[in-house]
């Protein structure tokens, strides 16, 4: 007779305490490499009018910012974080982009949102990121970490892979193979330019709990992606516990710096990711190339086919994006992306995204030779 009593008791102060607390608002965690399809599968969740109500951080790194011009965000909050990678900076620019996002929240400010969506950027290792989103694992600072780890929870961690370019990425980097293993799903983009079926079967021996869907087939439903659920590392690659652990012991440790990446080549590009992104990056660099005003169409093009062409020993390219007009159609800036070596079809605008209409490139790569890329580009203006 007692215990169904005291059971009674305990389930009414958790019911009053769950009345007054608000659900943890779900936050996915869109990540995987430079150029895999992150934004393009973002803009696709932006349109559709069963998660317009979504927030979303950003991660930028660079001296211009280009990425939040390349979301089409629609009605959803967007918050940008762009003091370094967010792997490098967890603790302050997510915790604190949260926090933000739920002060405002509290305060009836900004657009209502019932889910959280960060895409990371491409070089970002998930270990400190997911580290950071699962209370306790990493220190937390203060109030606002606090309120960040009762108001949010980590739902699901989404890696896209891109099957064109994935390769490359996958036997060279190994911040893309960690962003599959952390995963819950894998998104298979570009099968339209290379089919996905070879790659299920390394996908799956690498990460045999991450659901794989195609971005490209008729099936693919989105909400299976942004579906309620909590993360949940135990179900992970035995490896995914092991990192998160390291991540706890190296920032609870005094002199705590961030876990170095797999290579410590030296930089040598002149925007080097600053302060700690450098130790864990080691020898990738974003440069970035601006012009003020409208660019020349022809010199450009040849620009971009050079930069293409480039050989190996120039440099390892991975990445180039950012948005360009030409002097012919000055209010009609062009979205310019480049894989690697492969130059994507340009996307014509039909404005400015922002009140920022200069011309600007973020070239990402390791060792890339600085000077010459200035010159090259330099072209263009005349
Ligand atoms: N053909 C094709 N192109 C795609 C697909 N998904 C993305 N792309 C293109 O690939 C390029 C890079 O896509 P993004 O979505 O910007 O890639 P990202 O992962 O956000 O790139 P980062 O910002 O560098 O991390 C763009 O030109 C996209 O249009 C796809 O499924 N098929």
């Known amino acids: 007779m007692i215990w169904p009593l005291r059971k009674a008791r305990t389930q009414d102060r958790a019911s009053a305490e769950s009345a007054s607390e608000p659900a943890a608002i779900p936050v996915f965690l869109l990540t995987g490499f430079l150029g895999a399809g992150k934004t393009t599968l973002l803009n696709r969740i932006l349109a559709d009018p069963r ?3 979504s927030a979303v951080v950003i991660n930028e790194f660079g001296a211009v910012s280009v990425d939040h011009d390349l979301v089409r965000a629609g009605p959803a909050q967007v918050t940008v974080t762009s003091s370094g ?46 580290a950071g989103l699962i209370p306790g694992t990493l220190p937390a ?39 599959l293993a952390f995963a819950d799903d894998i998104v298979l983009t570009k099968g339209d330019r290379a089919p996905a079926a070879p790659w299920k079967a390394e996908i799956a021996a690498l990460n045999p709990s991450a659901r794989l869907h195609e971005s490209m087939a008729p099936d693919f439903d989105l909400a299976a992606l942004l579906e309620a659920s909590s993360y949940d590392a135990a179900t992970k690659p035995e490896d995914v516990a092991g990192w998160l652990a390291l991540e706890a012991l190296a920032q609870k440790a005094p002199s705590a710096a961030p876990l170095p990446g797999p290579s410590s080549a030296p930089i040598t590009a002149a925007v080097a990711m600053a302060g700690p992104s450098a130790s864990r990056h080691g020898g990738i660099a974003t440069l970035s190339l601006i012009q003020d005003g409208p660019v020349d169409r022809t010199a450009f093009s040849t620009f971009l086919q050079m930069l293409a062409a480039a050989p190996r020993g120039s440099g390892e390219l991975l990445r180039v994006k950012g948005l360009v007009a030409y002097r012919d159609a000055p209010d009609r800036p062009e979205i310019i992306h480049m894989v690697q070596h492969a130059l994507c079809p340009a996307r014509p605008l039909d404005g400015w995204p922002s009140d920022d209409r200069r011309s600007r490139l973020v070239v990402i790569g390791r060792d890339l ?13 005349r």
Request: charged residues 30%.
């Open 369 to 381: 030779r600085e000077e010459p890329l200035r010159k090259l580009f330099d072209v263009t203006r």
């Open 85 to 130: 990678c967010l792997c490098c900076t967890v603790s302050s620019d997510l915790r604190g982009a949260l926090f933000a996002l739920q002060e405002e929240r509290a305060k009836g400010l900004g657009t209502a949102f019932a889910r959280v969506i960060v895409e990371t950027t491409g070089l970002a290792d998930p270990a400190p990121v997911v």
């Open 51 to 53: 998660f317009a109500d």
């Open 141 to 179: 600072f203060g109030l606002r970490d606090h309120v960040v780890a009762r108001r949010f929870r980590l739902a699901r961690v989404i890696a896209a892979f891109d099957c064109e370019h994935g390769a490359g990425p996958l036997e060279h980097h190994f911040e893309c193979w960690k962003q």
